[in-house]
Each structure stands twice: as C-alpha cells, then as structure tokens.
T-cell receptor
C-alpha cells in the first residue's frame, strides 16, 4: 500500500528559483495538509485542503502556494525560493470523518535553498 | 490559539527500563484530541497513541500508555520495557474538534535515546 507519496525526496534550489512539491494519496482521503519541519521545531502547518478544489492557509503560509485540482493530489509551490525555506516538508492526509480518523504522513522532502 | 509544549528536548533510557515524556497544552476548548507521534531517523511520522479528551480512561497501546490529566492540561507518554527501536523523536500534538479542518498543532519534540 502506497499511502501518502511525496515527490521528490530531496531537492537543492538556488535563491529565486521555483519548484513544486507533489503529494499523492491513494486512500481516497478528503483532507490533505502540508507541514514544514525545522531543527528544534515541531511540524508547522503551511496550507491545507478539506476537499478537491479548496485550499486554506495554515500557520506559516507566506512564500508558498498550493493547489488541489484532483482529490488525490496536493501540490505545494515555491514561486521564488529563499534560504529561509530550507526545511523538511511533510504532506499528510486524513479521511475528514471526525472522531476516529488520523493523519497519515508521507516520508518527507528535504529542500535546501542556497 | 492552541499551543503544545514539550519541556524535555532530550531524554535517555536504558533498554528494558521505563521512561516518561512530558507534554502540556493550552486550550479553551473542552473537547479535543491528543496524539503522540514517533519520528525515527527514517523521518516517517508514525502514530503511537491517541486520546479523546472526553474519555477519562487513559489510552494504552501495548508498551505505550498515557497519563492524561485534563484539569492540568497534561498528556505524558510512558514507554515501558524500552527497546532500541524506540529511539526516535517523539511529538505531542493537539487537534481541535471545532472548525472541521482537523489540523494538528505540534510540540517541538523530545529526542529519546535508548542505551543498550
């Protein structure tokens, strides 16, 4: 079972370059999330989506854009990368069915911006 | 806004011994969920245990159990009979039942080392 798959696993960018991180889930989940993890910090929510065609801002949305054109995919874009965006990025999904549902995480993408 | 605090950046335990990781949180809500996630060196986030605030009984999952003190807003994780494979970062997380987004708020984590 694939679960949540993130592409790519590693990436190095130069300041000002753009890129898109892809998250794909095969669990038919309604909700999807993008987090970033920095040293000494927990995961912080960047953007999230509660269904196809919807997106919303999380705790640290500046410098990022997202799209959810298909239910199974959630894309995170960096239009003009900055060194402050060097981080490990995690995607997660959940069923959106309340009580017993949990978030399932991808393996993360390590991004370095030089 | 809710906050989650893990006051122990690092902990260590001898193999087969018991260790307790601390977590406190701040919220004005009366019903919510709490989670402990494990992140081994592979970076994969793995759910260890969860607790619903309205349930007074502490959750248990094999060697993992929690001590949930709602009035004190405390949610500690106890690992019994520690194994080398338990070495990882452990994150405490809060999820509101309001708003419908099911977002998680994480603490900064505790790095657990298991000594043979």
């Amino acid at each position: 079972n694939a679960g949540v798959t993130q592409t790519p696993k590693f990436r190095v960018l130069k300041t000002g370059q753009s890129m898109t991180l892809l998250c794909a889930q095969d669990m038919n989940h309604e909700y999807m999330y993008w987090y970033r993890q920095d040293p000494g910090m927990g995961l912080r929510l960047i953007h999230y989506s509660v269904g196809e065609g919807t997106t919303a801002k999380g705790e640290v949305p500046d410098g990022y854009n997202v799209s959810r054109l298909k239910k199974q995919n959630f894309l995170l874009g960096l239009e003009s990368a900055a060194p402050s965006q060097t981080s490990v990025y995690f995607c997660a999904s959940s069923s959106g069915q309340g009580a017993k549902n949990i978030q399932y995480f991808g393996a993360g993408t390590r991004l370095s911006v030089l | 806004a809710q906050t989650v605090t893990q006051s122990q950046p690092e902990m260590s335990v001898q193999e087969a011994e018991t260790v307790t990781l601390s977590c406190t949180y701040d919220t004005s809500e009366s019903d919510y969920y709490l989670f402990w996630y494990k992140q081994p060196p592979s970076r994969q986030m793995i759910l260890v245990i969860r607790q619903e605030a309205y349930k007074q009984q502490n959750a248990t999952e094999n060697r993992f159990s929690v001590n949930f003190q709602k009035a004190a807003k405390s949610f500690s994780l106890k690992i019994s009979d520690s194994q080398l494979g338990d070495a990882a970062m452990y994150f405490c997380a809060y999820r509101s039942k309001q708003g419908g987004s099911e977002k998680l708020v994480f603490g900064k984590g505790t790095k657990l080392t298991v000594n043979p």
